[in-house]
């Protein structure tokens, strides 16, 4: 961070419409909530969809704000009258200005990075996981933001939300800056997008995945989601990227494609059989998948970990990208094979059994289906079956629970319903509402709340080439129980029911 800042400094910095005051007291922070404003913070005052900051403008300067910086005429009017002690800037977009202001106090990290960015409804983990894991194959030392968490020039952190509030990207950037990394990677939602939280910072390379139905609540409409994502690539309100690489499957690649085009960016179309970056005669098998990678830069044949349809898709992705980040085809082609899955999204659990157990975060009747889509393809002509475990959350949502409840027993030979976060509601209240649906699907099923118990079951049932799928946490750590929250790991109970069957 830039320890030597002052207000005069930062108003240097930000595109503002009003101000008042200057001084030369040093800034020691950047804070878009009140609740974390110190001494010597600047309080960026910026309108929500749920609530408006700058209600809490008044707090921030009782608690030691250094500075205001206010997206309502309304509340510079009101603090220039008020507080004619506090310099204050009046800018047109809260976000944005957020940006700048982080940007600059934490020393513009961005201006040190180059900078991949991932978007689309489905695929930008496992892509970003991807991306790294090249970049880091040809030694280069990276930041990775996402939903499972975040890599700070090899430090995991937890992560809080996909694509964070810019100024905490800024001081995710500026510490793995100062640890040396120099590619930043990281999933872009259309959250972050629609409200600029990666503005500021510009992206060589930008990748867009797919658009399904998803996130409408938020939107609205499908025009308004994928003008949404669309911002990552056109260049109307941020630069556009050097690279995009789009998803040529997807019914928006072609006008996708166009606006980056006339954008000025290099376009990268990649796909199955299909794109400049492409598979051939792929084939999926229970250890993943083989296919010809055919590319601009060369082909070669190649062996994947990572299973499904989707994640050959994810990997050429990951590979356009890396390629335009300066890998050479012939570092590709030898990382390729050595990709791990990623945690908790169509990971398999191996311990050297006759079947494939897989663990993912399917949560959705959607994701159910694409999942269990998915085991089938594995499947190909074998005999084996697909039993499938699963549950649906508490205190959330309670139409889900029908939908997923026949997603289950529609992609399944064998289901067996458990617990998924019950929280403050009763396991078999949950699982009541459940099973009318999997029953009406005819298929075979057990109830079973204990969700270790229901993995055991699934896992003792399994015959040689069965896929047992299970769906619902993924990489999380925790079940959510009544009061408590208690350490649970679905991969991990799949192993220890593994080592278990191995014994008898
Ligand atoms: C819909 C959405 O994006 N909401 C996020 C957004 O909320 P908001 O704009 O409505 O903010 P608000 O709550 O109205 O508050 C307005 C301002 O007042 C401030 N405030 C508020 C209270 C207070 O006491 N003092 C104070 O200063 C807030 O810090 C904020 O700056 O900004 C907040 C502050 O950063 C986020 O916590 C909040 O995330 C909510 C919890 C959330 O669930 N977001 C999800 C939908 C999200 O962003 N998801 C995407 C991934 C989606 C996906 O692909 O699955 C993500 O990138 O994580
Ligand atoms: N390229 C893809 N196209 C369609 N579906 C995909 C693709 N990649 C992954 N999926 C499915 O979506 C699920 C989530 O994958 P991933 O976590 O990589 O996506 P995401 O965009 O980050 O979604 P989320 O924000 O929900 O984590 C996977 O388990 C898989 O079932």
Partial sequence: MNLDMQWNDLVQEVTHVGAQGDSTQPITGIEYDSRRVRAGSVFVAMKGGSTDGNKFAEKAIASGAAGILTDSSVTFDHLIVYHPEIPILEVEHGRRALAQVSAAYFGHPERSLAAT??????????????VESLLNSAARTSILIGTIEYHVAGEVRPSIHTTPESRDVFELLAEGVYRGATELVTEVSSHALDQGRVASIPFDVAVFTNLTRDHLDYHQTMEK???????????????????AVINAHDERARQLAAAARRAGAEVRTYGIGQGDWRAVD????????????ETPAGSAKVTSRLAGEVNILNLLAAVAAAHARGLTFDQLVTAIPTLQPVPGRFQPVDAGQTFTVIVDYAHTDDALRNLTGLARQMLGGSD??????????????????PKMGAAAGEGSDIVIATSDNPRSEDPLGILAEIEPALRATGKPYIVEPDRAAAIHLAVSKAKPHDIVLIAGKGHEKEQILADRTIPFDDAEVARAALAELGQH
Avoid: E, Q, S
């Fill in 117 to 130: 960015g991932i978007t689309g409804t489905n695929g930008k983990t496992t892509t970003a996981f991807l």
């Fill in 225 to 243: 989601y994928y003008a949404a994502k669309r911002l990552l690539f056109d260049g109307t309100v941020y630069p556009a990227p050097r690279v």
């Fill in 282 to 293: 792929h084939k999926l098998t229970p250890g993943g998948a083989a296919f010809t990678l």
């Fill in 384 to 401: 084996g079956r697909v039993i499938t475990v699963f549950g649906c959350g508490g205190d959330r949502d309670r139409t889900k629970r």
